[in-house]
């Protein structure tokens, strides 16, 4: 565990909020999801390996509820020679992303891998975005009570900031970009919702998080 994750571990503990009811449920569809999916999911695995070779899964350590730390799952959208120590966020027209990597994120199927995620318990289905280790640090300050949730694939930030890689400006620092306007703005959407959620407006953003995969992209912001 990385020093800023212990840190924010110590402060705060999670929420169990989350229930036995919405864990139930989680499996279900998690369950439900790898079996239907398999073909897709072993389908993408083979284009991986044929397009660039092994490994066809990005395994990233992120933030998880109370501050742990967890390893994530993801088909790897950029090149394998890509290191690990780039710039830890997603832009459009990203270079490193491989043809078939692009067709992924388009289509968000490079996130089908955190179903085992969901079914360990590291995540739920609906629940705040997991942020990398790198951005720990954006969570002090105020948006600490964000880790008392369980990570989630779907939610409202997720569903509202679905083409998040078309909002960075041109001649803007990323990385800046996304600690003062994008996560702040993220931070602020999930901690007025889960404070009051229930398994009926989880079940609603799940629906909204599912058409919201399949609305076109912007053009990126100053384009």
């Known amino acids: 565990m990385n ?3 212990l840190s924010l571990h110590r402060h705060f503990a999670p929420n169990p ?3 036995l009811a919405r864990r139930a449920i989680d499996l279900a569809l ?6 239907v999916l398999a073909p897709l999911m072993l389908l993408i695995a083979v284009a991986l390996m044929l397009e660039s070779g092994w490994p066809v899964l990005f395994v990233q350590t992120r933030l998880g509820t109370g501050g742990r730390s967890f390893r994530m799952y993801k ?6 020679r890509c290191s690990t120590h780039g710039l830890p966020l997603t832009v459009a027209g990203d270079s490193r992303m491989t043809p078939i990597g692009r067709l992924l994120a388009a289509a968000k199927f490079d996130e089908l891998p955190q179903l085992w995620n969901v079914l360990k318990g590291e995540m739920a289905i609906v629940g705040p975005r997991p942020e990398s280790l790198a951005f720990a640090d954006c969570f002090l300050g105020g948006f600490e009570p964000l880790l008392q949730y369980k990570p989630g694939l779907l939610g409202p930030s997720q569903t509202l ?4 890689a078309c ?3 041109q001649c803007v620092d990323p990385l800046r970009f ?15 919702y889960y404070p009051k959620r229930t398994i009926g407006s989880d079940i609603a953003w799940m629906m909204r998080g599912f058409l919201a995969i399949l609305r076109p992209a912007r053009p990126p912001v100053g384009v």
Do not use: Q
């Not at 998690?30 to 079996?35: D, E, F, G, Q, S």
């Not at 088909?75 to 394998?80: G, L, S, T, W």
């Open 3 to 5: 020093a800023p994750d």
């Open 17 to 19: 909020a989350h229930g």
């Open 30 to 35: 998690a369950m439900t999801a790898v079996v």
């Open 75 to 80: 088909f790897r959208k950029f090149a394998v």
């Open 161 to 164: 900031f679905r083409h998040e």
């Open 167 to 169: 909002l960075y400006p």
């Open 178 to 192: 996304y600690r003062e306007i994008l996560f702040p703005a993220k931070a602020r959407i999930d901690l007025s």
